[in-house]
């Protein structure tokens, strides 16, 4: 096992994704790069956060060190990456980040398990649809994302959820989210589903961030007043 530091952060490699392009990344230091940016420029003392898509815990560590590890829940859908999101977590000194295991679904999904395809790099995992089967998926927890946002109430999400997120902006989230911060996968859906992103968030009262946004990093941020 390796561990690289970035941001004052150190971060764990489990041994499997030795000599991978995910190595490569830490080793250069620009491993989830756009997301670190956007939490450090955003993120607040005390600031409910949840981050979906917790991958190796760089970003999970990054937003409990700014806003306090309490006030984190990291979700992570990659059974492999679990364990390793902990061990990041846990070599930082933040045990008390709430990660959770589990995809989160759209809010049309309503069985308790969802199939999930891990992939060879964790962050080519994704959601398999109803229906169809590949011999490496595994079962997962499913975690709608209303019921999500209603339950821990976070002021700043963040998502990387490998194309997932065309199904997570079908109607208006809640006033109590100010900031939405997401990676965008062009290559997993057409251009209409950004356009569903854009517009959804602008019904729940938030615009373009230019601060949080980076390439196919897409921030939002709350109009004041909406």
């Excluded at 679904?105 to 398999?128: I, K, S």
């Excluded at 946002?149 to 006033?175: H, T």
Aim: net charge negative; with cysteine; hydrophobic share 45%.
């Amino acid at each position: 096992m390796r561990v690289f530091t970035i941001n004052d952060i150190a971060i764990e490699l489990p041994d499997w994704l030795e000599g991978t392009a995910i190595e490569e990344k830490l080793a250069s230091g620009d491993y989830e790069g756009h997301e670190a940016h956007a939490a450090l420029q955003r993120i607040k003392p005390g600031m409910r956060v949840l981050e979906v898509g917790a991958g190796l815990g760089y970003v999970s560590s990054i937003c409990a060190k700014l806003a306090g590890p309490a006030a984190v829940v990291s979700i992570e859908a990659n059974p492999r990456m679990v364990e390793a999101a902990k061990a990041t977590l846990k070599r930082n000194g933040f045990e008390d980040v709430l990660l959770e295991h589990g995809a989160v679904v759209g809010n049309g999904h309503h069985d308790a398990m969802v199939n999930f395809r891990a992939g060879t790099l964790f962050w080519g995992g994704a959601t398999l649809p109803n229906g169809v089967e590949k011999e490496d998926m595994v079962p997962v927890p499913a975690l709608r994302i209303r019921p999500l946002l209603m339950e821990f109430r976070p002021r700043f999400v963040m998502l990387d959820v490998e194309g997932g997120e065309a199904d997570l902006f079908k109607k208006p989230w809640p006033p109590f989210v100010k900031f939405v911060v997401l990676e965008l996968h062009p290559s997993k859906y057409d251009t209409s589903v950004i356009k569903e992103i854009v517009d959804c968030m602008s019904e729940t009262g938030l615009t373009y961030d230019p601060v949080t946004s980076r390439g196919r990093t897409l921030g939002f941020r709350r109009v004041p007043n909406a």
